[in-house]
Each structure stands twice: as structure tokens, then as C-alpha cells.
């Protein structure tokens, strides 16, 4: 959660309000894990998922 400062609730209600097979696939589809690991992959990407 600390990398999300900017737009805490925006971008982390989006993550978890989406089921963790959808986000994923429109991210990174083979990044097809759990939400845990698919949040990591949020936190990773952060700005690059949100421009897209």
C-alpha cells in the first residue's frame, strides 16, 4: 500500500473492487495469478497500467 500514495482509494479500490482474473488479463495477461501476486504486479506497473 505504500507505493500507492498518490490516488490511494482510487487505484486500490479499483484493484480489489475488479475479480483478480480480469485486471490481470487486461495488464498483463500472463501474468494470470492470485490478487496477491497480481497486486504485486499492480505495484509494480503502477503508472503504466493507469495510462492504459
Partial sequence: TTVY???NRTTYTR???VKPGT???RVRPWAK???RKAYG???SWGRRIRVK
Avoid: S
Wanted: hydrophobic share 25%; no cysteine.
Fill in 5 to 7: 500514495k498518490r490516488n
Fill in 15 to 17: 484493484i480489489t473492487g
Fill in 23 to 25: 485486471y490481470t488479463l
Fill in 33 to 35: 495469478t492470485n490478487g
Fill in 41 to 43: 504486479d499492480w505495484v
